[in-house]
């Protein structure tokens, strides 16, 4: 199969060998190494990206413009063209079905974490998301497909989720019902930052929206970032989001994959070196009003986190990959841990963000 995309492309060299790579929930990701070059291949979840050919029009356009602004020290992701061209190219698997793949050059000497508590990493992290909205701020905002319809709105989530629960499609409703109520409990707070951004208290960027630590390649020597990836969300959005997603994944002091509640909490330090990256690139162009809401976007991703976890158990494991049964409902009450740590720390949260944007602004 592998050996029938790579056909496909304009590869340098002989196929040697290939394997399943990084830990990404989404797409299916195979680092393939030629006798010339190394190859990252992506198939595309079509169930979630249902439009792939709008969404890779979106990332040509946006590394295309990414790559004129760059700086020497940091890499933009290069996709690999067909032999006729394109960005993209569909297999016919055995079902009938048609499968997309996309190739990019592969970021070699990288790596992506998905949980560190080395602080130096965080601050970079941070560094590599606030220097994309940077470089994105005057790219046009209506220039780029949604990929997927209402990605954050947090309370059409939650709505969804309400009707789900109603449906109860696989019987795992009576299971969950201490989460469910957790989740209602927080039902006034996921409007909040929606509602700011519809009545333009807060403006619309071009955003990244899934800025998971992972989605950073490091410099597997200097921990210097060297690449943000996982481009399939970069929509019109608010930067409350890529700061809370970021704070969420970055500053536990566990991975989503924990299952041991009692060792997940909000790291303050961690907290404070993602902050301190990322408002060292972007503080001169956030808005008060962004800036005032910073820990709330913490605080909402990860309800709507919960909210997705939680949706995607009831409705049978349709949306992110699972590797045993439970895991959808694990991820969720892993969240609700991190969250609820998360809510005891606002003020103080609140007040560090003051104190790194004074210093940065
Ligand atoms: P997903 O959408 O499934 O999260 P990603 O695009 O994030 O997929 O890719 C999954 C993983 O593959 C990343 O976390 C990273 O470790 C690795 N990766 C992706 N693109 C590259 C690249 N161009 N070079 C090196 N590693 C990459
Ligand atoms: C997915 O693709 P990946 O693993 O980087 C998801 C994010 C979630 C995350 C939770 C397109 O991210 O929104 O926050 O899992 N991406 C998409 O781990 O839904
Ligand atoms: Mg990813």
């Known amino acids: 199969m592998i050996k029938r995309i790579l056909k496909k492309y304009n590869i340098d060299g002989d196929l040697i060998s290939y394997e399943r790579y990084g830990s990404g929930n989404i797409n299916k990701t195979f680092l393939a190494v030629t006798s010339k070059n190394k190859y990252l291949i992506q198939q595309i979840n079509d ?3 249902t439009k792939p050919y709008k969404l890779m029009e979106n990332i040509e356009s946006i590394t295309d413009y990414l790559k004129d602004k760059i700086d020497e020290n940091h890499k933009v992701l290069e996709l690999i063209k067909t032999k006729d061209n394109k960005c993209l190219c569909y297999i016919i698997n055995e079902e009938g079905d048609r499968e997309y793949y996309r190739i990019y050059e592969y970021i070699d000497n990288t790596i992506s974490y998905d949980n560190t508590d080395d602080r130096d990493i965080i601050f970079n992290t941070g560094r ?6 940077k470089l994105l701020k005057d790219y046009d905002l209506d220039n780029l497909w949604e990929t997927i319809k209402d990605f954050h709105d947090t309370y059409k989530r939650y709505k969804r989720l309400l009707c789900d629960i109603e449906v109860d ?6 299971e969950v019902k201490k989460e469910i109520e957790f989740i209602k409990k927080r039902e006034k707070y996921c409007s909040l930052i929606m509602d700011k951004l519809k009545d333009g208290s807060i403006p619309y960027r071009v955003t990244h929206n899934d800025t998971k630590v992972n989605n950073v390649l490091m410099d597997k020597d ?10 399939d969300t970069v929509m019109k959005g608010t930067m409350l989001f890529d700061y809370g997603d970021g704070i969420r994944s970055s500053a536990s002091t566990v991975s989503e994959a924990e299952t041991n ?3 997940i909490y909000l790291d303050m330090d961690l907290f404070k070196s993602y902050t301190d990256g990322y408002l060292s690139e972007t503080a001169k162009y956030l808005t008060d009003c962004e800036v005032s809401l910073m820990a709330e976007g913490v605080h909402i991703i990860l309800i709507e986190q919960c909210i997705r976890f ?7 494991d349709t949306y992110f990959r699972i590797e045993y049964e439970k895991h959808n409902l694990d991820r969720a009450r892993n969240q609700m841990k991190l969250l609820e740590d998360v809510e005891n720390h606002l003020k103080e949260m609140k007040e560090y963000i003051y104190r790194s944007y004074r210093k940065y602004r």
Do not use: E, P, S
């Not at 200097?222 to 481009?231: F, N, P």
């Not at 939680?310 to 049978?316: P, S």
């Open 47 to 49: 169930k979630v990206f």
């Open 128 to 133: 590599a998301f606030g220097n994309f909205l």
């Open 169 to 174: 499609r696989v019987g795992r409703v009576g």
């Open 222 to 231: 200097t921990k210097q970032y060297v690449a943000v990836i996982d481009l």
């Open 261 to 263: 509640l009692d060792r």
């Open 310 to 316: 939680i949706d995607d158990y009831i409705n049978g």
